[in-house]
């Protein structure tokens, strides 16, 4: 699977274009620099503006070498499943391998607002049982189930490839998919150590129960790891920004998720200076803005993050490992600003 010598850190993933990226080129200078550092994976996020997954996976593949390239996450709503099938198989010979493709659940207020049908989770199983069937070379004929009715879905009958298929979860319906039907499950930001323990176990059994080998299924701990070498308003984006980004989108689920106490989301939620900031608070608001918000948000809230020097975020890291996790996806910074940190994490 691509030059394996050079990936010092096959654990280690990022995302790049990190939150409202605007030039996507920027992705190959990214991807560049993480095979520089040995790094083993880069995610690949969808918005619906320059944020395009299959166009930037192919940039990536073309960037590269030896990085595993997983969109976290497309969805399967948005594309037919011909389309989404032959993209996973193309990218996966461009690639000789590196490709996984990774499925999410996505935002069902918007596809309320274009017209899409929300995601369930019988959708996401029936919709990788099928993927797993065209790349063997099936032909499928009178498909009707969750997914849709289809007379006929068809790749090439030569084909037998086995793609990795990656989900991104939240909830434990989603966990316990993940680890019955995929073979890598992405958790979120801003977990609890007990909440990535839980997690973990959840697909682990998930996998057993369905007879698979539970160390087949690589569980990543998503872990904003923010160093100290970067700047106050920097940081202040990428921890207290992003966390309550996540509040304003969907506070009730990782308040639930999370086991934290719901009367600290509503005062979040009833603040003037939230209810003032015009859009996504980790792309709009101004350094005051957070600092103010950051009054808001319980210590023990921001504690699920790699932060400090880079050998205290190096040392966080592999503390997501001993707690359970297989893999720690780096989240919220570039490569070029995690250089200091996977330094430390090379040398401990």
């Not at 994976?41 to 996976?57: D, G, M, P, W, Y």
């Not at 207020?109 to 899409?116: C, E, I, S, T, W």
């Not at 023990?300 to 503390?319: F, H, I, K, M, S």
Request: charged share 20%.
């Amino acid at each position: 699977m691509g030059d394996a010598a050079s990936v010092r850190f096959p654990e280690l993933g990022f995302y790049t274009l990190a939150g409202g990226a605007q030039d996507p080129r920027v992705l190959i200078d990214e991807c560049q620099d993480a095979e520089r550092l040995g790094l083993g994976t880069v995610f690949i996020s969808e918005r619906f503006n320059v944020k395009e997954a299959v166009t930037l996976s192919g940039a990536a593949a073309a960037a590269t070498t030896s990085l595993q390239i997983m969109t976290a996450a497309t969805n399967h709503n948005t594309r037919h499943p011909i389309v989404t099938a032959s993209y996973a198989t193309t990218m996966h010979r461009l690639t000789r391998g590196r490709f996984v493709l990774g499925l999410g659940r996505g935002i069902a207020p918007l596809f309320d607002a274009y017209g899409l049908s929300r995601i369930t989770t019988a959708q996401m199983e029936e919709f990788a049982g099928v993927m797993r069937r065209l790349w063997h070379g099936e032909t499928i004929l009178g498909h009707d189930g969750a997914i849709g009715s289809y007379p006929v879905l068809r790749l090439d009958p030569t084909f037998d490839e086995d793609i990795p298929l990656g989900l991104v979860a939240f909830g434990p319906n989603s966990h316990a998919l993940g680890g019955r039907a995929f073979d890598h499950v992405v958790l979120h930001t801003f977990f609890t150590d007990e909440t990535l323990q839980r997690c973990v176990t959840t697909v682990k059994q998930a996998a057993e129960e369905a007879g698979r080998d539970p160390d087949s299924v690589t569980v990543w701990s998503c872990y904003a790891t923010v160093g100290d070498h970067l700047d106050e308003p920097t940081r202040l984006k990428k921890t207290v920004g992003r966390l309550a980004t996540y509040l304003q989108a969907y506070g009730d689920l990782m308040v639930e998720t999370n086991r934290w106490d719901p009367a600290v989301l509503t005062r979040f939620r009833a603040d003037d200076v939230v209810q003032g900031v015009g859009g996504a608070i980790d792309v709009v608001a101004t350094t005051e803005q957070l600092e103010h918000i950051a009054m808001l948000l319980p210590d023990e809230w921001l504690a699920p993050a790699a932060t400090g020097t880079p050998q205290q975020c190096a040392e966080a890291v592999r503390g997501q490992l001993d707690l359970g996790a297989d893999a720690v996806i780096m989240h919220g910074a570039s490569p070029a600003e995690l250089e200091p940190i996977v330094d430390a994490y090379g040398t401990p």
